[in-house]
């Protein structure tokens, strides 16, 4: 079992930034896949950006490309995102999620691909 706790949200104007946190516990994240959801009022969670296991490859959706980072800190057992040049439209409750062995751009970017999920954290931008 994998704990995740994500951490960093909050209410920023548009231009500025934001880095999210994703700790966990239980198991060490060096096997998993950890990716980031978001899931705005009204629509599908949605696939923002992933990191293989092992910290290789990474992978974004287009919106987010150029402005968002993604990263882990295996020693700490954590996963970031840090995200830039924020837009109105990156308002979401942003989720941090684990995945045993992932590293395919294809199935990263698929929600049913990880086990284990955060609670969420709130991330507003301002106009």
């Known amino acids: 079992q994998v704990q995740l706790v994500e951490s960093g949200g909050g209410l920023v104007q548009a231009g500025g930034s934001l880095r999210l946190s994703c700790a966990a516990s239980?198991?060490?994240?060096?096997?998993?896949?950890m990716g980031w959801f978001r899931q705005a009022p009204g629509k599908e969670r949605e696939f923002v950006a992933a990191?293989?296991?092992?910290?290789?490859?990474?992978f974004y959706t287009d919106s987010v490309k150029d402005r968002f980072i993604i990263g882990r800190e295996n020693a700490e057992n954590t996963a970031y995102l840090q995200m830039n040049i924020l837009k109105p439209e990156d308002t979401a409750v942003y989720y941090c999620?684990?995945?045993?062995?992932?590293?395919?751009?294809?199935?990263?970017?698929?929600?049913?691909?990880?086990?284990?999920w955060g609670q969420g954290t709130q991330v507003t931008v301002s106009s």
């Open positions: 999620a684990a995945s045993y062995g992932a590293s395919g751009s294809s199935t990263m970017r698929r929600a049913d691909s990880y086990a284990y």
């Open positions: 239980g198991r060490t994240i060096y096997y998993y896949g």
């Open positions: 990191i293989a296991y092992r910290g290789g490859d990474t």
